[in-house]
């Protein structure tokens, strides 16, 4: 099975700290903490690696797995897997852990929904995620370019089932409509951690705002799966967490995601501790208990991670909870 997250963006070359975070660069260092034994990852280098890297460039695509540094690029790009970031590489948001750069994005490329499309199909993918960068700037916060991605998908790939990955859409009106009446597979959106972390981890969103735009999609289609994700280890206290779960429960979210909070640069939040992998497993177990359909938790959980395969056993549990005559 193949799986992408979509994540299109222009051109991923590397920029120094102060152009791609001008508003981190006054900012005292913080320490980089050694990493713990247990995060370990694959260094990239394989043919599959080169041949994916290949495709996105080839389709003038930009990967949130490099522009956010994640972890797993290596595994998953070695498998075809990408996520793609639609609407640019510029955020106007300027959150305290995210590597994406931060600034005044440009136009929305037209034609950006059709590249994702052709994407999907000549790789075949059975899954694709389609996420973005906050776009404020825009009336709609980019819901209409989400839809018309779906669109594109669903024409030009009509078996890959399409996952969304979307910002707040703070102050945006309708904006959460029209991406349901696109019809996604999944709606994600990450809370990113607990409420008490939000002014400094997350000073432009607000956390209930998040938690009832999941509820929303709920309102509007409850046969539409809904995720959402968290880091942790940004100081954050277990009962807040747990809190946090019974929120996401409240708004009948499906799937949650915890993983560990990896620090891009000194001028980023510093990573408080590393959690241990029982601590992660205690989360998932205690996560099922409360309800929901599947709980992914481990120090390299990423949101977009294995979304084909969390898929696929998303749609087992729900078809196994209607058969013991349950819903919730």
């Known amino acids: 099975m193949m799986t992408v997250v979509l994540d299109l963006v222009n051109d991923p070359r590397r920029r120094s700290l102060a152009e791609r975070h001008p508003e981190k660069a006054h900012r005292p260092d913080q320490p980089i903490e050694r990493k713990p034994p247990w995060i370990r ?31 797993n690029i290596g595994e998953c790009w070695d498998k075809k897997h990408a996520t793609f970031m639609i609407m640019g590489d510029v955020c106007t948001r300027a959150c305290a852990f995210c590597n994406v750069r931060t600034g005044l994005p440009g136009a929305l490329e037209e034609g950006e929904p059709e590249r994702v499309a052709d994407a999907v199909a000549k790789l075949g993918l059975s899954h694709v995620v389609v ?14 370019h989400f839809a018309r991605a779906i669109r594109a998908i669903r024409a030009a790939a009509p078996s890959t089932t399409v996952e969304v990955l979307t910002p707040d859409f703070l102050r945006k009106n309708g904006a959460v409509e029209t991406v349901v009446e696109a019809r996604p597979d999944v709606f994600n959106h990450n809370l990113e951690t607990v409420p008490s972390k939000y002014l400094a981890v997350r000073p432009g969103a607000r956390y209930f705002h998040s938690v009832r735009l999941l509820q929303r999609v ?37 799937f949650l995601t915890i993983g560990q ?46 979304a084909g395969e969390d898929f696929a056993r998303l749609k087992a549990a729900r078809a196994a909870r209607f058969a013991n005559g349950a819903f919730y």
């Open 218 to 254: 709920k309102e509007l289609d409850p046969t539409m799966f809904t995720k959402s994700g968290i880091m942790v280890g940004l100081g954050e206290e277990r009962h807040e967490v747990l809190q946090l779960m019974d929120d996401l429960r409240s708004a009948d979210v499906d």
């Open 41 to 71: 990852v694959k260094a990239p280098g394989s043919r599959q690696f080169a041949e994916t890297s290949r495709i996105v460039r080839d389709n003038k695509l930009v990967t949130v797995c490099e522009e956010a540094a994640c972890p």
């Open 131 to 144: 996420t973005s960068v906050d776009r404020d700037d825009l009336p709609d916060g980019g819901a209409g």
């Open 261 to 306: 909070y990896l620090q891009p640069s000194r001028k980023h939040h510093r990573v408080v501790r590393f959690v241990t992998p029982e601590e992660f497993a205690s989360y998932a177990e205690i996560g099922k208990a409360k309800g929901f359909l599947l709980v992914s938790a481990t120090p390299l959980t990423r949101s977009s991670h294995h």
